[in-house]
């Protein structure tokens, strides 16, 4: 079984400071993991995701992330916040191992990006 | 650009009533999925499919179904509606190949039952 846990409901953070939304995950074998944002009545977009190689993972709209493996976690991180990023970010993974292209999803992170 | 359409954003239906959610892609994908989203719970996957005619089972398949008789078009049909199935409801669509590539989603039907 494969999971994801986003331990925060919501994030505040200043415009122009930097932001982090945390994600754990959970899988029997190696993960593959995903970053979504969805804005208001829309849809989910990709932003980034971890295959293989280096830790880091640089995605769209200037966010990265990075992968620990000893600490089974994906945090999402951008070094200078925007008001147009406060939206809803789901985490996601997916077994490499699992058929097909099955992803699990958090439970989501509201950020809140404040002028 | 990629595109997975939606056909209805909002519908208000009966307790009781046979829905359909129609989900068009033209990315000529093989992989379409059904999800719900409810606040706290993320997204839940509901069905699956991998090919033309093939469907499997997710997360919560109980009270519906899903039928795929052309690679672009993956509906999700709820027989007899009820309150619980209240939601958002997202399609979504990807490559089969043995890379992964990300999950295309639409804009989403919000579904409310009275």
């Known amino acids: 079984a494969q999971s994801v846990a986003q331990p925060e409901d919501q994030v505040n953070v200043a415009e122009g400071n930097p932001l982090t939304v945390k994600c754990t995950y959970s899988v029997s074998g190696n993960p593959y993991l995903f970053w979504y944002v969805q804005y208001p009545n829309r849809g989910l977009q990709f932003l980034l995701k971890?295959?293989?190689?280096?830790?880091l993972v640089k995605g769209s709209y200037g966010f990265e992330a990075e992968f620990n493996k000893s600490q089974t976690s994906f945090h999402l991180k951008k070094p200078s916040a925007l008001v147009s990023d406060s939206a809803l970010y789901f985490c996601?993974?997916?077994?490499?191992?699992?058929?097909?292209?099955?992803?699990?999803f958090g439970g989501g992170t509201r950020v809140l990006v404040k002028p | 650009d990629v595109k997975v359409t939606q056909s209805s954003r909002y519908l208000v239906k009966r307790t009781g009533e046979k829905v359909f959610l129609e989900c068009v892609q033209d990315?000529?994908?093989?992989?379409m999925f059904w999800y719900r989203q409810d606040p706290g719970l993320g997204l839940r996957l509901i069905y699956f499919?991998?090919?033309?005619?093939?469907?499997e089972k997710g997360d919560i398949p109980e009270g519906y179904s899903v039928s795929r008789e052309k690679k672009e078009r993956f509906s999700l049909i709820l027989e007899s509606a009820s309150t619980n199935q209240t939601s958002m409801y997202l399609c979504?669509?990807?490559?089969?190949?043995?890379?992964?590539?990300?999950?295309?989603f639409g804009e989403g039907s919000r579904l409310t039952v009275l």
């Open positions: 996601a993974v997916r077994d490499v191992r699992a058929a097909g292209n099955k992803l699990t």
């Open positions: 979504a669509s990807s490559l089969l190949a043995e890379g992964v590539g990300e999950l295309f």
């Open positions: 990315m000529d994908h093989e992989n």
């Open positions: 971890y295959i293989t190689g280096d830790n």
């Open positions: 499919s991998y090919d033309v005619k093939m469907k």
